[in-house]
């Protein structure tokens, strides 16, 4: 909707672009790409703040050169070590008060619970999600559970990502029932503890065409990886 209503404009434009992991990354890369194709990029800005001193540090740093460099080559305007305290309808503030101008701007930054959380009674991690044990049950009420990107695992903290959140079902599946029935039939539900694995494969999709695989070390770029 925002890329459809700035190409209608004859004048240039901006989009904040508020993040700097992989999903904001994906996010700019694709405007660029559909701009592109509408042949409306020249007409429009678009800025990446980061409030990270680097991009994506978590990664093998073959893997950060590749993404900074496509960055780079396209024209996106890349501001790390920049944290946003808050967004106005014509543009953002940062924390040493730097104002940076916007016709739209993108939220994708962390993960952070929803605000009725904060009123709940449960315990909640700095980010205002439930913080649970390994069973997934809250650590302030035993009898709730909670699983997926709203729960930390306060004895792992794993990342926040679709891998760990669809590997959770099981054993929210499991120690509901042994919540609930504990000697139904002949078998017996006994709670089962969320061991999150080491590392998971990842897709960074790059809008051209190629992708990059990433498992722990590890890394392939091409068009294969689509």
């Keep these: 909707l925002c890329l459809a209503t700035l190409s209608q404009r004859s004048d240039a434009r901006v989009i904040n672009v508020v993040g700097g992991g992989v999903a904001s990354i994906e996010l700019v890369l694709a405007m660029h790409s559909a701009l592109l194709a509408s042949g409306y990029r020249n007409r429009i800005t678009l800025r990446l703040l980061c409030s990270a001193e680097q991009l994506l540090s978590e990664l093998p740093t073959a893997v950060q050169t590749i993404i900074n460099q496509k960055l780079h080559d396209i024209g996106i305007d890349v501001q790390t070590a920049l944290t946003v305290e808050s967004v106005k309808s014509t543009y953002v503030v940062a924390s040493n008060g730097?104002?940076?101008?916007h016709d739209f701007c993108l939220w994708v930054a962390a993960k952070e619970g929803p605000l009725f959380l904060r009123e709940s009674?449960?315990?909640l991690d700095a980010g205002g999600c439930i913080?649970?044990?390994?069973?997934?049950?809250?650590l302030s009420h035993p009898q709730h559970f909670a699983s997926g990107d709203i729960a930390t695992i306060a004895a792992s903290r794993h990342a926040k990502n679709g891998v760990y959140a669809v590997r959770h079902a099981e054993?929210?599946?499991?120690?509901?029932?042994a919540q609930l029935l504990p000697g139904f039939g002949v078998k017996r539900f006994k709670p089962k503890a969320f061991k999150p694995q080491r590392s998971f494969l990842s897709l960074i999709d790059l809008s051209d065409g190629t992708a990059i695989a990433v498992k722990g070390r590890w890394y392939l770029h091409g068009k294969s990886m689509l």
Excluded at 171 to 177: A, G, I, R
């Design 121 to 123: 009674g449960l315990q």
């Design 98 to 101: 730097r104002q940076l101008a």
């Design 131 to 138: 913080e649970v044990n390994a069973y997934l049950q809250s």
């Design 171 to 177: 054993n929210l599946y499991n120690n509901l029932l």
